[in-house]
């Protein structure tokens, strides 16, 4: 096997020494982070922290020289490792987007409950700040990793799926955590929890956009206390524990 251009093509893996992640093959279920070696059973911690080095590696390199202009050698010089052991690992380049475009999310939403965390038992008018303060963050890697990602997702189909499902998966971080929260009764809050985490990933995807076009600037005042009203339309009341919503205890 040729380190820097690659593996021969099967698993998904191009020929070419630019990995080129509009390409691929039809995708397999998505692996989760905590999964092992394709084909091995559950994973020891080596095996955990080899995948999650691979993931974060990759994470850093696609974001400083773009999907096509990084080599599998660099991502696998970057973890300390051969490119064997990423061919090891992920039967594809969108598997490996995917997943890290899936840790990365995770972190923006640890930083998010972050922010709620400070003020305590939040109300829904600290929750607005908390959330127009976001559409006003500095562009930043993760939003170039999952800008890039959603680019290819239109002209490649395994891509789509793969990253499709990563953001899935953040919906349903979304909806696992509106069940724990409390909410006005008979609000949508309380009672379609589908709905309201559809929206908020449609809220944190539309920020990402806000800050590539370098918008910040124009956000309006008014945008916190139209995200308050909305925040009460939805069910959130002052004093409730909307800190869960975006992964905080609850």
Do not use: N
Request: contains cysteine.
């Amino acid at each position: 096997m040729d380190e820097a251009s690659g593996a021969d093509g099967a698993g998904g893996w191009g020929p070419d020494e630019v990995v080129d992640l509009r390409a691929g093959a039809p995708a397999p279920a998505p692996a989760s982070v905590a999964a092992g070696p394709i084909g091995d059973g559950p994973p020891t911690d080596v095996e955990s922290d080899t995948r999650a080095r691979l993931v974060r590696a990759a994470a850093e390199v696609f974001t400083e020289k773009g999907y096509t202009g990084t080599r599998v050698v660099d991502i696998a010089r970057r973890a300390g490792f051969t490119s064997g052991a990423l061919y090891g690992y992920f039967d594809s380049r969108a598997a490996l987007l995917a997943e890290a475009i899936a840790v990365e999310s995770d972190r923006l939403l640890a930083a998010i409950s972050d922010g709620l965390g400070e003020v305590g038992l939040p109300m829904a008018s600290e929750t607005a700040e908390t959330l127009a303060q976001f559409v006003s963050f500095d562009f930043s890697a993760t939003d170039q990793l999952l800008l890039d990602g959603l680019a290819i997702c239109p002209r490649e189909a395994e891509a789509q799926v793969r990253i499709g499902g990563a953001l899935r998966r953040l919906a349903g971080q979304f909806e696992d955590r509106l069940r724990d929260s409390r909410a006005r009764p008979g609000s949508h809050l309380e009672s379609d929890h589908t709905s309201v985490s559809f929206l908020l990933l449609v809220f944190l995807l539309g920020s990402t956009a806000v800050r590539a076009a370098g918008l910040q600037d124009v956000v309006p005042d008014g945008l916190e206390p139209l995200l308050e009203s909305l925040l009460g339309h939805l069910g959130v009341e002052d004093g409730a524990d909307v800190e869960g919503l975006f992964g905080g205890p609850a």
